[in-house]
């Protein structure tokens, strides 16, 4: 008989409001705090201490208005944060400093979030939606250089970019963009030559979110509907749809796939997340706790699997935080 799911090892409460982003920092150097950061609708990055369960520090550049991506760049002292108020924010926490070191105007009015790409040591590519509704900037950080813009070819109707993956194969090879749509597609970019090398109608609906597992030229959607989308991506950089997973439940806000690639967590729209094996998208369980839409996923980087996380952040305004499969 299937065991039932688990309760959440612990919860995090006190954003006293929604929460839309969470990122972990978890480093192997001991004695590094494991700790995570939320982005939450009332403008506030909070730093969560894993250990005390309690907010070491509460980040404010975003005036009041939500924050809906965090990402942390090579360690737990430099971070980027990115708002409603159309602002990227890049940060230095080092010897506790609290200050905006740098920002990007985005001009942007959606609520696409940004995605990082390390390219060099100290040096990175940032995706994002750019002024014109139907096009993705990418620029490099820090320096701020624009590398290029991405534009629909004329009559694409793709609509807004939704959610954005920046990857690379290896170090040698040149990144490339996935981007979903407002029209339900999926966008392969090839950013030196600016233009798409692949498109593929995964959703009825916009795409909400999307992760890829670059090892296996394999990615995953979801959206407003009750299917998950799984795609590939072939040798001559074509996608193609693999097959598609129904759900209980329409409404998909997050997806994301553990780093070791063999599971994946859901957010969804029913307050529930949802585990699957990422081989064959066998469901694993259903963690069920919230009691509103569930905005975020997001896996730890400990390098102990014994050791690794999960979080939820959630309309409720509170983070679960579980420790499930962690054997695999």
Same mark, same amino acid.
Not at 11 to 27: D, Q
Not at 68 to 86: F, N, P
Not at 143 to 160: F, I, N, Q
Not at 198 to 221: N, R, T, W, Y
């Given at each position: 008989?299937?065991?039932?799911?688990?309760?959440?090892?612990?919860?995090?409460?006190? /954003?006293?409001?929604?929460?839309?982003?969470?990122?972990?920092?978890?480093?192997? +150097?001991? %004695?590094? @705090?494991?700790?995570?950061? =939320?982005?939450?609708?009332?403008?506030?990055?909070?730093?969560?201490?894993?250990?005390?369960?309690?907010?070491?520090?509460?980040?404010?550049? #975003?005036?009041?208005?939500?924050?809906?991506?965090?990402?942390?760049?090579?360690?737990?002292?430099?971070?980027?944060?990115?708002?409603? $108020?159309?602002?990227?924010?890049?940060?230095?926490?080092?010897?506790?400093?609290?200050?905006?070191?740098?920002?990007?105007?985005?001009?942007?009015?959606?609520?696409?979030?940004?995605?990082?790409?390390?390219?060099?040591?100290?040096?990175?590519?940032?995706?994002?939606?750019?002024?014109?509704?139907?096009? @993705?900037?990418?620029?490099?950080? %820090?320096?701020?250089? =624009?590398?290029? /813009?991405?534009? %629909?070819?004329?009559?694409?109707?793709?609509?807004?970019?939704?959610?954005?993956?920046?990857?690379?194969?290896?170090?040698? *090879?040149?990144?490339?963009?996935?981007?979903?749509?407002? $029209?339900? *597609?999926?966008?392969?970019?090839?950013?030196?030559?600016?233009?798409?090398?692949? +498109?593929?109608?995964?959703? +009825?609906?916009? @795409?909400?979110?999307?992760?890829?597992? *670059?090892?296996?030229?394999?990615?995953?959607?979801?959206?407003?509907?009750?299917?998950?989308?799984?795609?590939?991506?072939?040798?001559?950089?074509?996608?193609?749809?693999?097959?598609?997973?129904?759900?209980?439940?329409?409404?998909?806000? $997050?997806?994301?796939?553990?780093?070791?690639?063999?599971?994946?967590? /859901?957010?969804?729209?029913?307050?529930?997340?949802?585990?699957?094996?990422?081989?064959?998208?066998? %469901?694993?369980?259903?963690?069920?706790?919230?009691?509103?839409? @569930? #905005?975020?996923?997001?896996? =730890?980087? #400990?390098?102990?699997?014994?050791?690794?996380?999960?979080?939820?952040? *959630?309309?409720?305004?509170?983070?679960?935080?579980?420790?499930?499969?962690?054997? /695999?």
């Amino acid at each position: 008989m299937a065991l039932p799911p688990p309760d959440p090892q612990f919860v995090l409460r006190g /954003t006293s409001a929604a929460v839309h982003t969470l990122r972990f920092s978890c480093g192997s +150097q001991e %004695p590094d @705090v494991p700790i995570l950061f =939320s982005g939450s609708e009332n403008g506030f990055i909070h730093v969560w201490n894993l250990r005390t369960h309690r907010v070491d520090t509460a980040l404010d550049g #975003h005036g009041g208005k939500s924050v809906y991506c965090v990402e942390t760049m090579g360690g737990k002292d430099r971070l980027l944060s990115q708002g409603r $108020d159309q602002r990227i924010c890049l940060w230095d926490l080092a010897e506790g400093r609290t200050a905006v070191t740098d920002s990007v105007f985005t001009e942007n009015v959606g609520f696409c979030r940004c995605s990082l790409l390390k390219v060099a040591q100290g040096r990175w590519l940032m995706a994002m939606a750019a002024k014109a509704l139907e096009e @993705v900037q990418v620029l490099e950080l %820090p320096s701020k250089t =624009s590398v290029c /813009t991405l534009k %629909p070819e004329v009559g694409a109707k793709l609509g807004m970019p939704m959610c954005l993956k920046l990857w690379q194969l290896n170090c040698g *090879s040149q990144p490339v963009l996935l981007a979903g749509y407002e $029209d339900g *597609s999926v966008v392969l970019w090839n950013l030196s030559m600016g233009k798409a090398l692949s +498109q593929l109608v995964c959703h +009825q609906e916009p @795409v909400m979110s999307l992760d890829f597992d *670059s090892e296996k030229a394999k990615g995953i959607s979801g959206s407003s509907e009750k299917v998950l989308s799984i795609w590939s991506l072939n040798e001559l950089q074509n996608l193609q749809v693999c097959k598609t997973h129904e759900l209980v439940n329409a409404g998909i806000s $997050d997806i994301t796939i553990r780093p070791d690639k063999k599971i994946l967590a /859901t957010a969804g729209w029913d307050h529930r997340i949802r585990i699957f094996g990422w081989k064959k998208m066998k %469901p694993l369980a259903v963690l069920d706790y919230h009691t509103a839409t @569930v #905005h975020c996923v997001s896996f =730890s980087d #400990h390098k102990n699997p014994s050791e690794r996380l999960l979080a939820a952040g *959630s309309k409720d305004h509170r983070i679960s935080i579980w420790s499930i499969y962690t054997q /695999t």
